[in-house]
């Protein structure tokens, strides 16, 4: 009995601790599995308006770069001292040109000089929900191991 009620905490502990440890470094390189080579694009709510945050890696330092999104306006960017681009546009009357899977575009220079086109595309407004989802599984199965654990302690309690 007493190694089950181990199994069933080792098993507990270790859900816990996936689901608090933190996630991997999202820009490594596009050689080691990472996304350095994409541009991260999603929704941002903020009341009633609607923003699209977009992020990139990868161009030189303070350089300008052009972000083309869909068939909406032009619209340009500045490197920070690490070349990482960030942006949140507010999208306002160009929200219907901004359909879910258009293109976007962010196009600079690398710190080498060449050209550097990042690709990424608009996301439904509704995977916002789908970044909890990663977390709902483990969270379900530590709470049903936990009163597992509570239900089996009552029960071998009161026999003894």
Known sequence: ?????????????????????????????????????QLGVRWKSKKSKKRIVIAGVGFRAHSRVLLRMGDADERRAVADETGTVRAVVDT??????LASGSSVLAVGQTPGGTTLTLVGFVPSESDDDLDLAGWALPAIGALVLARGALVRRKHYGSKR
């Open 1 to 37: 009995m007493r190694s089950v009620r181990r199994v069933r905490l080792a098993v507990l502990s270790g859900m816990l601790a996936a689901l608090l440890t933190p996630s991997a470094a999202v820009a490594e390189g596009p050689g080691y599995g990472g996304n350095a080579h």
């Open 92 to 97: 306002g009357e160009q929200r219907a040109r």
